[in-house]
């Protein structure tokens, strides 16, 4: 916060929420007069999370940051009308209820749902291309329902299909051959091609996923294009 403060001081057109502004703006002309508008800095996922209150007492969302990348998300699910850290772990108050988020690797019981679209970019000059391949590098510790495409020119819409995945198995422990299996960590690498056909001047991955029990990160893409035409 002292930081976005102080750049405040030097800039006055930056601020925390400057990536997100124009969303910033809508949900300020829609939901200011509704009670359950709250900032909660959460250190152990390096996190700021912001409750944007849609309907009181009955719908909430929240815009999340990476205290990191500075970049922004959005949650939805959470029934929030406010929010505290204790004992490093935060816990928000519902209607009638306390619950405490970012806790065990299911939404309630149910399948937790992502959507993620990476930000478009021309890669080289906007010369129209096509997209031919795309590897999404993910750490999982199972095997999660993902889906996945490369969306083209600013098209924000869900386009998704799904994605071969095979997980990379490893040895048991008083089980396996010794001297002979493989052992691996909790979460495990996955890194395969997809056939993509997609033509365009800018493109940005698009990844989708539901688990439930088990840890999912993606952490990279890699694209393969065919030039097109010039400018």
Known sequence: MSGALQSSRL?????????????MSAAISS?????????????????????????????????VMNNITKSWCNFTGWQANCWVL????????????VGQAWNTNSDAGAAIQSFGLQSFQTYGKANQKQCEMIRYHLFTSGTPEIYGNVNVDYNTLDQSV?????????????????????WGD?????????????????????????????QLQWVASDLVFASGGTL
């Open 162 to 182: 799904p994605l071969d995945f095979t997980l990379e198995t490893y040895a048991i422990w008083d089980t396996s051959l010794w001297n002979t299996g493989i």
């Open 11 to 23: 800039d006055p057109r930056v601020s925390i929420t400057n990536k997100i502004q124009y969303a």
């Open 86 to 97: 204790y004992q490093d772990n935060p816990f928000f108050g519902g209607d009638g209820f």
């Open 31 to 63: 939901y200011s007069g509704n009670f359950g508008w709250c900032l909660l800095y959460f250190p152990k996922e390096n996190q700021l999370i912001l409750n944007v209150p849609t309907q009181e007492n009955l719908n909430q969302q929240q815009y």
């Open 186 to 214: 909790g979460l495990v690498p996955n890194a395969q091609w997809q056939g993509v056909t997609e033509i365009g001047y800018s493109f940005a991955p698009l990844i989708k996923s539901a688990s439930q029990g088990i």
